[in-house]
């Protein structure tokens, strides 16, 4: 097994190629599924430390492989990758794509991890993956016409052959989460007739229920996250609801209930259904190789984190093979999707952040990388 202190000392001469990733992404902000600029970057440099890169794996364009192969016979470990930007809507209704998640500290801490582990490809057992999954951040137009890359590389079987999945984002604690909810995307929509002169109105009485329906809910269980009337103005011509809901469960069984009760709310609606995302499944021996690597770095593991507040379609890559979802802490937290979270993540504290991701990946995945 690769001495953990040639890790950490190969990690440590990554900073410059970590620093110029987390720079590039940041100026580079692109909303998912268009993230050409970023994809191109990781992709050019993963392969000038020698790594395998193919692009447009799973049918994404934008998504890519990225294979480095030791030289002892082991395990394949997979590292996702992340560099899409957040949709931030502005107070004049502007649309602005915006690095306020910690995917620049995400993507520089691959980049790190991986260019350490390839300087110690002689001493690397097994394979390492480097997986670029696009459109992360669910709002996005992109993400909600096709879904979010780590739910559509799950389905395109890029996940079959890799024997762990490990994924590490910024976070107020050191922790492996343990669990997070179920998830699904459905959009009522209502056609009919504009009128002047009565309120017979199908999609505008379909609009106002499901304003009603959401605001009987508890905000996490049902979430309205678009409301588009459109049409003509003339009496009698063509208009239009699509209002999209995301529906949250914590367990499998609930989400066809939770499903069906909104559906009976909006009855007129012809429904498009997306897919479900679901809630992470934890490994032990995956949790253990993770709380190892914040051990050698002497930070505090948190073995018992709170539930995540939301869903994640990391979970659908974790439902195919053993993984992790890593926190890596911050005192104080961050302020994700915020003007405030996009300095923070550019700051010294993000490259401090896109560090410490190295060390815990490079750590983690040299060890899963050893033959059982």
Not at 76 to 96: Q, S
Not at 176 to 188: D, G, H, I, P, Y
Request: glycine share 10%; aromatic share 4%.
């Amino acid at each position: 097994m690769i001495d953990r202190q040639d890790v950490l000392a190969s990690v440590a001469r990554q900073t410059n190629a970590i620093r110029a990733t987390i720079q590039f992404v940041h100026e580079h902000p692109e909303l998912g599924h268009e993230e050409h600029e970023c994809s191109r970057h990781l992709r050019d440099t993963l392969a000038a430390a020698g790594l395998e890169v193919e692009q447009g794996v799973g049918g994404m364009e934008t998504a890519f492989r990225a294979t480095l192969r030791g030289e002892r016979p082991g395990a394949t470990v997979g590292l996702v990758c992340l560099y899409d930007a957040v949709t931030a809507i502005r107070p004049d209704g502007r649309v602005e794509p915006v690095h306020s998640c910690g995917h620049g500290p995400i993507s520089g801490g691959i980049v790190g991890a991986a260019r350490a582990l390839a300087e110690l490809r002689q001493e690397l057992a097994g394979t390492l993956v480097v997986m670029g999954c696009p459109s992360d951040e669910i709002h996005a137009p992109g993400s909600i016409a096709r879904g979010g890359g780590k739910a559509l590389s799950a389905e395109a079987g890029l996940w079959d052959e890799v024997d762990t999945a490990l994924y590490a984002h910024p976070e107020y604690i050191d922790t492996v989460s343990l669990e997070s909810r179920w998830m699904q995307r459905a959009t009522a929509v209502v056609s009919g007739s504009r009128s002047l002169t009565t309120a017979d109105q199908p999609p505008l009485e379909a609009a106002l229920a499901a304003l009603e329906t959401t605001r009987a809910h508890v905000p996490d269980d049902l979430m309205l996250e678009r409301l588009v009337l459109d049409g003509d103005v003339e009496e009698g011509t063509g208009l239009v609801l699509r209002a999209t809901f995301l529906v949250f469960a914590d367990a499998e069984d609930d989400v066809e209930p939770r499903l069906a009760a909104l559906q009976a709310t909006v009855p007129q609606a012809r429904w498009e259904l997306g897919r479900v995302v679901e809630a992470v499944r934890p490994d032990d021996r995956v949790t253990a190789a993770v709380a190892g690597a914040f051990d050698t770095l002497d930070r505090d593991f948190v073995s018992n984190p709170p539930r995540l507040p939301f869903a994640t379609d990391f979970g659908n890559i974790s439902r195919r093979c053993p993984a992790a979802l890593i926190g890596v802490g911050r005192e104080g937290g961050w302020s994700f999707h915020t003007d405030e979270g996009e300095a923070q993540f550019a700051s010294p504290e993000g490259e401090a952040a896109a560090i410490t991701i190295a060390q815990v990946l490079a750590l983690a995945a040299a060890d899963l990388t050893e033959p059982r």
